[in-house]
């Protein structure tokens, strides 16, 4: 299968692109700010949010499928530049949509989308739950949703939730290592009422990858199983890594005028769909934690 993944550079698109290779797969892995390299894929620059250029490298590739895993993920960067985060985003994705769309045979569209579509009241979200994003960064993504289903061929969105696991040689890395150098400095902040399912790089990548040879169809949440706080999950992380508890310190999160943007406090997602129709057996936090500590070593 012919497989372009944008945002190749990222945490998740570099991950992804070498699982894709490592199944055998003939890989475009695009990126843009960060120029990266992945054994056996071809790695090409892309600005997807120019539309002549999504048209090129599209009809260039031929591809089966598209990962679309570029964005401004920022979420603080979005909500001071709104602007962009829309033109990146919503525009981006509509531009490799109509590239995607004019191939023939049409190639599987998949979008990586994000928990934060929600309004966090009351968590464990299903695909079919009404979204009410608080950030501009959720709402670009719903916005990108809404043009993915419009997509005459195959299409599927994923929303996940946090991503965490080995740094991988890539410029982006997962807030776990955030957390960790922070933990090892002497001392971190984590916020108790702020709940997330945070997700394995392994187990999504391996998801995704099912969800393209089974050319999977429509919505689904690709998280852990678990509702987690970041305290809580800073917390096992120290536990994994044999680093002291005592540097953690939880406290709520800001609220109202404090905060200068919106904070959900509870989008932990619901993954029964994905249980059912993947064969998904997402790791806890705790196995998870301990797998990137055994491979840290």
């Given at each position: 299968?012919r497989?372009?993944?944008?945002?190749?550079?990222g945490?998740?698109?570099?991950h992804?692109?070498?699982c894709?290779v490592?199944?055998?797969?003939?890989v475009?892995?695009?990126?843009f700010?960060?120029?990266?390299?992945?054994p056996?894929?071809?790695?090409a620059?892309?600005?997807?949010?120019d539309?002549q250029?999504?048209?090129?490298?599209?009809?260039d590739f031929k591809?089966?499928?598209?990962?679309?895993a570029?964005?401004?993920?920022?979420t603080t960067?979005?909500?001071i530049?709104?602007?962009?985060?829309t033109?990146?985003?919503?525009?981006?994705?509509?531009?490799?949509?109509?590239?995607?769309?004019?191939?023939?045979p049409?190639?599987?569209?998949?979008f990586?989308?994000?928990?934060?579509?929600?309004?966090?009241?009351?968590?464990m979200?299903r695909?079919?739950?009404?979204?009410?994003?608080?950030?501009?960064y959720?709402?670009?993504?719903?916005?990108?949703?809404?043009?993915?289903?419009?997509?005459?061929?195959v299409w599927?969105?994923?929303?996940?939730s946090?991503?965490?696991?080995?740094?991988?040689?890539?410029?982006?890395?997962?807030?776990?290592?955030?957390?960790?150098?922070?933990?090892?400095?002497?001392?971190?902040?984590?916020?108790?009422?702020?709940?997330?399912?945070?997700?394995?790089?392994?187990?999504?990548?391996?998801?995704?990858?099912?969800?393209?040879?089974?050319?999977?169809?429509?919505?689904?949440?690709?998280?852990?199983?678990?509702?987690?706080?970041?305290?809580?999950?800073?917390?096992?992380?120290?536990?994994?890594?044999?680093?002291?508890q005592?540097?953690?310190?939880?406290?709520?999160?800001?609220?109202g005028?404090?905060?200068?943007?919106?904070?959900?406090?509870?989008?932990s997602?619901?993954?029964?769909?994905?249980?059912?129709?993947?064969?998904?057996?997402?790791?806890s936090?705790?196995?998870?934690?301990?797998?990137?500590?055994?491979?840290?070593?």
């Open positions: 299968m497989i372009m993944v944008t945002g190749a550079s945490y998740l698109g570099w992804l692109t070498r894709a490592a199944s055998d797969h003939e475009l892995g695009c990126y700010a960060n120029p990266t390299v992945v056996g894929a071809t790695m620059l892309l600005d997807f949010t539309p250029a999504g048209i090129e490298a599209v009809k591809p089966h499928a598209i990962v679309h570029g964005a401004m993920t920022n960067d979005c909500e530049n709104p602007e962009s985060a033109r990146t985003n919503v525009e981006g994705t509509q531009h490799l949509l109509a590239a995607a769309s004019m191939l023939s049409l190639p599987h569209f998949v990586i989308s994000t928990d934060l579509v929600f309004d966090g009241e009351r968590g979200y695909e079919q739950d009404a979204t009410g994003p608080l950030m501009h959720g709402f670009t993504k719903i916005e990108a949703e809404r043009a993915v289903r419009n997509y005459a061929g599927t969105v994923v929303r996940s946090l991503i965490y696991g080995p740094a991988g040689e890539t410029t982006r890395h997962s807030f776990l290592d955030w957390m960790l150098a922070g933990i090892r400095r002497g001392g971190v902040t984590l916020y108790t009422d702020e709940f997330r399912s945070p997700v394995h790089v392994d187990d999504l990548c391996e998801m995704l990858m099912a969800i393209l040879i089974r050319k999977a169809w429509g919505i689904y949440h690709l998280s852990g199983a678990e509702r987690t706080s970041r305290y809580e999950f800073g917390l096992l992380a120290a536990e994994a890594f044999g680093l002291s005592d540097h953690i310190v939880g406290k709520p999160s800001p609220s005028i404090i905060s200068a943007t919106p904070r959900p406090k509870d989008v997602l619901c993954v029964e769909r994905a249980i059912r129709d993947l064969d998904y057996h997402p790791m936090a705790e196995e998870g934690l301990r797998r990137v500590a055994r491979g840290s070593k």
